[in-house]
């Protein structure tokens, strides 16, 4: 595909990739439909005429002779019928032929080159952002298959129909030709001159959906940090301003497209109903026949039809040419990432055997930053040697290992020259690790795909994670995860070929035991690997430097076996309570969809009016057919023009309504759905905040993604399409049968048969057909939505250990897969448009039957006749639509179920969701001063998960404020679930857990939640794996604060002094204005810990809990941390988790979970 360079799509943008041969089909059945429209008005007409002249049958007579007369006609009639439908049904399947593969493509291009690093502005920083580019990978090009699927079809008609329509009104009447002729042209001079002003604006919708899906993830990603901090509800506050912002401008978009459709609809209204008032005129002056009156009149609104037809779906389809145009935009110059794509540097040497590394002047430095991160003049590594960058926090060692795998930020300015292997010949551990497949066992096969079963048991084992292999990843500790990490690039050594290891931080997070299984696993490596370590870790360093020759392997260190009790899950709710709640859901699915319904609250939010608007704007179209066919029968009797005015004025009255009734049937809807798309979004925020199961699976996965963006754009496209189309079609079939029984009683049963026709059989094969097709379509595109994230999210270690390609191609090979099952399950697509067109045609035609068995003829029988002929012909489009929203109907409601399943999680019977505690932070006391917390205690505690394991049992401790708790044990020895039961988030199985307060009361959270609300908002939390947001340094501290109490600039100062970044952020030209990237990626991992940690001391809490703070730390820097914390948390109370022995002996009391036991610190 040829990169674009235009700065707006345009219609053609997504013709160079249709063949010839699907477009000249289309056009073959696009004349098939439009014979089969002048077949079907030409037996109309003429047996309408045959009625009104009286020639054949009489007003008493049986009628036999009149329905000899008309049989013929009505079997003219009935082909064009079938052939109409016929054409209906084969363009729908030859669309979609058309559409598919196209949007498979760019998706897996954009993938691959997000994944290689060749987006041009693919990065996390960009202004497009990796959320965004998720967003538009996924969401954005689904948009495709409304261009390809409908506005395709719509302009194929648009060329074809009215040409043979037109040729026919010419060959009849010339006058009503030429009307056509001159009013025509303004319906691609309105689309132009409308599309040039949505053109700017359909890009502004596009910027607003990329700032919602870069904040949603960006949120996602933090939650737990979010709610350690207590600011979930400010956050979810923000989350709400940017759904409105995106709503308003959604709205205004809309708007305007709404109004390039009033205006289409208004000229072919106004159209159609001068051509009947220059008929009835001509008619009445005896200027021409009643058969060619009506011939003219039936067919001059389908030459409108294609080309309205065509500016709606152009429209509709805007959002994926725009999606198409940024797609182009993002892969058109080549760019291939900071290393590759800056000149000085050397290329990357392929060769096998090129295992060696040199560095000449290199020169890193971040944008924004005054000094380079990184300054080497030279270095050199050869083949097999070990290198150890044991430098302290914030000397670079992360930016040069970034350096060397390729990993460095577009916006980063690199000098000098390095040589290094391929990336197919290295493997890389990252200081914080992402993954993509949902075991352990999938992930080492991803980067390792010959490996045989027992490779990957041994260096799961050399790591001690072999029991890992079938769990979830999403639900492994970071120190568990790290692990994996390792092992994986220890299976990419041992068989897929990689000859180096670049590892940052490889022992971070991990316990003694687990610590001594990675050092020896690394020190074992074979002596052709070259290995370049950045650590903290001294053990490691001192073993990888002893011994006098490079590359000798170490002696195997025994791992110390202590309790390991396994993998301890995320926190979630207890067993009991959650089967409980899992079984009410699965039981209340029909409930909960209702339930759903109901909150979009009908008639407040406009959506019971847009239905009502949209059976009158169908009425109305009804009715302006109707009475232009009554006022010309009668104008053919020549009556003075006085008795035909009400008629002319009728006329004019519908056309008019109709495009009116629509522009605000069309507003009204949209903006109900797009407020029930942000209450939904809101309500889905505020489950998943009150579900910590969820939250490892949030923050390592593109399940935020899915849920919040994907899910519920589903819901909302599919709403306007589902909830508006049946009701309004049901109320309009319900007016013409009630207008032929009042009018011409023997039709009715004619109507009750198109009816059934139309909203039975049609429904039911669409339903029938689609079920699978559509709801498959939908799981699909949510899959796709976050499996792209997660995909993105791990793009780093993909590009860095050379699998990529792999990905990427694994990627394309299932969401080619899915098209393909889609597509063979949507081969009888168009069947209910099918059916509509049968029942209002042969409804049509049924009238001349039903009128000739009657035996009545004359003028007055032939103008009712016209009438209900005719409202029968309009029955088309409700009817199709009733069918096309039958169809959607699967789709919907299994978006509605896959939306109430997080909500349900939300009815857990948890009384303390996790804005409760933030609701409360700043709450009274009964003589007005803030409440304050004084200790925290645990008795007997026990915490029990699904399937009835005890994480933590029996577990007892109490800390004061001015008082350090240590937590010391194992991975998956309960150390998180502890920290969820002391933030008030997880209930105990057994024991209690107290709040004390600054009067002596102790409070049980769960048996007093109003009054522990206050006490629980004065605990912080800082998480294990703190995300930073993609902000300033002043952004990220103030979370620590509410918008009501925010921080100021001196405070934040003696914060980051008291973490020991006084020293860096006097570096800083920025100052707190200074952007640290997403995820704190510009800082080195000491100093996003620290910076963590900085964040929590702002936040004015009486308890902190602080997870692992001395991670990615030196001894000599953690010790620092520490005796720092220790001052600037003086009289508060520290609960401390921790691996690290030595910090935990400066603490007051120790609390080891492999035995339960309280015991004073051991004092190095």
């Not at 991160?373 to 930016?399: H, N, Q």
């Not at 507003?667 to 939250?695: E, F, Y």
């Amino acid at each position: 595909m040829t990169p674009m360079k235009t700065t707006a799509a345009g219609p053609h943008q997504g013709l160079r990739e249709v063949p010839r041969s699907q477009l000249a089909l289309l056009a073959a059945l696009a004349a098939v439909k439009a014979v089969g429209l002048i077949l079907l008005g030409q037996a109309l007409a003429t047996g309408i005429t045959v009625v009104a002249d009286g020639t054949v049958g009489s007003p008493s007579g049986t009628g036999g002779e009149l329905t000899g007369a008309l049989a013929p006609l009505c079997l003219i009639g009935a082909v064009g019928v079938l052939l109409r439908a016929a054409a209906a049904w084969g363009m729908t399947q030859a669309s979609q032929r058309t559409a598919w593969g196209t949007k498979e493509r760019l998706r897996h291009r954009l993938v691959a080159a997000e994944l290689s690093g060749k987006t041009r502005q693919g990065s996390a920083d960009s202004p497009n952002g990796r959320g965004a580019v998720a967003a538009l990978a996924s969401r954005g090009l689904d948009g495709l298959d409304e261009y390809y699927s409908t506005f395709l079809p719509a302009l194929v008609s648009a060329a074809v129909v009215p040409l043979f329509i037109g040729a026919r009104i010419l060959a009849a009447d010339w006058v009503s030709a030429l009307i056509l002729v001159l009013t025509v042209p303004l319906v691609p001079v309105f689309m132009s001159l409308i599309g040039l002003h949505t053109r700017d604006r359909v890009a502004q919708a596009a910027a607003g959906l990329d700032a919602l899906s870069n904040q949603l993830a960006e949120l996602a990603q933090g939650l737990p940090a979010l709610i350690g901090l207590r600011r979930s509800a400010e956050r979810r506050q923000g989350l709400t301003a940017v759904s409105r912002r995106y709503r308003e401008t959604t709205m205004s978009t809309l708007r305007t497209a709404f109004l390039s459709g009033f205006a289409l609809e208004l000229i072919a209204m106004i159209s159609v109903a001068v051509v009947a008032v220059f008929i009835g005129v001509r008619l009445v002056y005896g200027q021409m026949g009643l058969e060619v009156g009506l011939l003219a009149l039936i067919l001059a609104p389908e030459v409108f039809l294609p080309l309205r037809s065509v500016g709606a779906a152009f429209h509709a389809s805007e959002d994926g040419l725009e999606a198409l145009r940024r797609a182009e935009d993002l892969l058109g110059d080549g760019h291939e990432g900071p290393l590759a794509g800056a000149a000085e540097l050397g290329e990357r040497d392929a060769r096998p055997d090129a295992a060696g590394i040199g560095v000449q002047r290199l020169r890193v430095q971040y944008a924004g930053s005054a000094a380079p991160a990184v300054s080497i003049a030279e270095l050199t590594v050869s083949r097999g040697e070990r290198v150890v960058l044991d430098g302290p926090s914030g000397s670079g060692k992360t930016t040069l290992l970034h350096a060397l795998a390729g990993l460095l930020p577009p916006e980063t300015t690199i000098d000098g020259v390095i040589d290094v292997p391929d990336s197919s010949d290295t493997a890389w551990i990252g200081q914080h690790p992402q993954f993509t497949e949902p075991t352990a066992t999938e992930e080492l096969l991803l980067y390792a795909p010959n490996a045989e079963l027992t490779d990957l048991t041994h260096v799961l084992e050399d790591v001690r994670a072999g029991h890992l292999a079938a769990l979830p990843l999403d639900g492994l500790s970071p120190g568990e995860l790290r692990r994996i990490a390792v092992a994986r690039a220890l299976l990419r050594i041992r068989c897929a070929g990689a000859s180096l290891l670049l590892a940052d931080e490889p022992t971070a997070h991990l316990d003694a035991v687990s610590a001594g299984a990675v050092r020896s696993a690394l020190a074992c490596l074979a002596q052709d690997v070259t290995l370049i370590v950045a650590t903290h870790d001294r053990q490691l360093s001192d073993l990888l430097r002893q011994g006098g020759t490079v590359g000798q392997p170490v002696p195997m260190i025994e791992p110390r076996h202590d309790r390991q009790t396994g993998t301890e899950p995320l926190p979630s709710q207890p067993a009991g309570p959650t089967a409980a709640d899992e079984t009410s859901v699965r039981t209340s699915s029909r409930s909960a969809r209702w339930s759903l319904l109901r909150s979009m609250r009908w008639w407040r939010s406009g959506m019971g009016g847009g239905v009502l608007l949209a059976t009158a704007s169908v009425l109305s179209g009804a009715a302006l057919t109707a009475v232009s066919g009554w006022l010309i029968v009668n104008a053919s009797t020549r009556p003075p023009m006085m008795v035909l005015m009400v008629a002319i004025v009728g006329v004019r009255f519908f056309g008019l309504g109709r495009a009116v009734l629509r522009y605000a049937q069309q507003l009204a809807v949209h903006r109900a759905v797009l407020d029930w798309a942000t209450a939904l979004r809101t309500r889905l925020w505020d489950a998943l905040s009150n579900r910590p199961a969820g939250w490892g699976k949030l923050t390592r996965s593109g399940d935020a993604l899915t849920h919040l963006v994907a899910d519920v754009d589903e819901l909302r496209d599919a709403a306007p399409r589902v909830l508006v189309p049946l009701p309004a079609a049901i109320l309009a079939w319900a007016g013409s049968l009630i207008t032929a029984a009042l009018l011409f009683p023997a039709t009715q049963g004619i109507f009750w048969i198109a009816g059934a026709l139309g909203f039975l059989l049609g429904p039911w094969l669409a339903v029938r057909v689609e079920r699978g097709s559509a709801a498959q379509a939908a799981r699909h595109r949510s899959w796709a939505t976050g499996r792209i994230s997660t995909l993105f999210a791990a793009a780093g270690d993909l590009r860095a250990n050379g699998v990529a390609p792999r990905a990427a191609a694994d990627f394309n090979q299932h969401d080619q897969l899915a098209s393909r099952t889609t597509l063979r399950a949507a081969s009888g697509a168009g069947l209910g448009e099918a059916i509509a067109v049968i029942a209002s045609g042969l409804a049509a035609i049924g009238c001349l039957l039903v009128a000739g068995a009657t035996g009545a003829s004359g003028a007055e029988t032939a103008a009712l006749l016209a009438v209900v002929a005719l409202l029968a012909l309009s029955l088309n489009e409700p009817l199709a639509n009733a069918s096309d929203a039958a169809a959607k109907l699967p789709l919907f409601g299994d978006r509605l179920d896959a939306i109430a399943r997080v909500l349900s999680s939300n009815d857990a019977p948890a009384p303390l969701p996790a804005d409760a505690a933030e609701n409360g932070a700043h709450a009274a006391g009964q003589d007005g001063r803030p409440t304050r917390l004084t200790s925290l205690e645990l008795e007997q505690v026990s915490v029990t998960w699904t399937g009835n394991t005890p994480v933590v049992e029996h577990i007892s401790a109490r800390v004061e404020r001015g008082g350090w708790l240590a937590i010391i044990g194992p991975s998956g020895s309960g150390k998180s679930s502890l920290l969820a039961v002391l933030l008030g988030l997880v209930r105990p199985s057994e024991g209690a857990f107290r709040l004390g307060d600054d009067v002596g009361m102790l409070i049980e959270p769960w048996a007093e939640p109003q009054k522990a609300a206050p006490l629980l908002g004065r605990i912080t939390w800082c998480p294990q794996e703190a995300h930073l947001f993609d902000s300033s340094l002043r952004n990220n501290l103030s979370l620590g604060r509410s918008a009501h109490d925010p921080a100021d600039d001196p405070e934040l100062h003696a914060a980051l002094d008291a973490v020991g970044l006084g020293h860096w952020f006097d570096q800083q030209s920025g100052g707190l204005d200074t952007r640290i990237g997403s995820g704190g990626h510009r800082l080195s991992g000491g100093q996003r810990q620290r910076l963590a940690v900085a964040r929590a001391l702002v936040a004015r809490a009486d308890a902190v809990l602080l997870d692992e703070p001395t991670a990615h730390l030196g001894q000599d820097e953690a010790a620092e941390l520490i005796a720092d914390l220790r001052e600037a948390l003086a009289g508060m109370a520290v609960v401390m988790v921790t691996h690290d022995a030595q910090m935990a002996g400066d603490a007051d009391t120790v609390l080891d979970l492999s035995t339960g036991a309280l015991s004073p610190p051991v004092r190095a």
